[in-house]
């Protein structure tokens, strides 16, 4: 879906606005309900991981968009089981003995780096899961923007506006009204996607015979 197919369900309620307005707007909303509320998760892999390289490129995403941010790192080694690596916010350093990875460090946005580097020893693939940020307009949607996240896309683009000065659309009581709206259904979708779409507990934790090393889930 485009974010264009909102349009039926904005419009009405912005009197006097003109498409393109409302079409960037909406566009700013749900980049905001991206980026505060990881409305859309993506996982990503297995990358394997190679002898004596220690860079992860998270590629290819969806067109027209980026990583937001890194929101879990699973080491599989090739010998079984599963470790969740650590995240690093400082540079690791490069001479490091080679050995099975414990922690992860992004470069940039779409760039890991492990550490330390994985030796032949240590074969294994990586899984990530992430955030994922639309750059234009026309970036391809998912289906759940509608189906699970419509209102929460009205609520923040009509906040947006009708916070606007001296517009025919201009209400500062709906724009405070909307705005409320808006920061629930932040919490909210930031909530279901650290439960994975789930309304069960989210603290579930691998099995201690799944625990693997220094790396793992404790």
């Not at 393109?20 to 991981?49: H, K, M, N």
């Not at 890194?70 to 470790?83: A, D």
């Not at 779409?110 to 032949?120: K, R």
């Not at 979708?189 to 015979?209: A, E, L, V």
Request: with cysteine.
């Amino acid at each position: 879906m485009k974010t264009s197919d909102f349009y039926d369900h904005i419009m009405p309620r912005i009197t006097g606005a003109e498409e393109p307005l409302v079409l960037q707007e909406t566009f700013s909303a749900i980049r905001q309900l991206c980026e505060e509320g990881w409305a859309w998760p993506v996982d990503y892999g297995p990358f394997s991981t190679t002898a004596g390289s220690r860079h992860i490129y998270l590629n290819p995403m969806p067109e027209n968009s980026v990583v937001g941010y890194v929101l879990q790192v699973i080491y599989e080694p090739s010998t079984g089981g599963r470790v969740q690596l650590g995240t690093m916010q400082n540079v690791p350093p490069a001479n490091e003995p080679n050995s099975s990875p414990r922690g992860v460090y992004m470069e940039d946005t779409g760039t890991m780096v492990l550490y330390p580097t994985p030796d032949t020893s240590e074969a294994g693939s990586i899984r990530v899961s992430c955030t994922t940020i639309p750059t234009l307009v026309v970036a391809e949607l998912p289906e759940m923007f509608m189906t699970h996240y419509r209102d929460a896309v009205i609520d923040t683009a009509c906040h947006r506006l009708m916070m606007m000065d001296s517009k025919p659309w201009s209400s500062p009581t709906m724009a405070m009204f909307h705005g409320r709206r808006s920061r629930n259904h932040i919490k909210r979708i930031r909530d279901i996607t650290k439960r994975r779409y789930s309304m069960g507990s989210s603290q579930w934790q691998f099995p201690d015979f799944a625990m693997q090393g220094r790396g793992g889930i404790r």
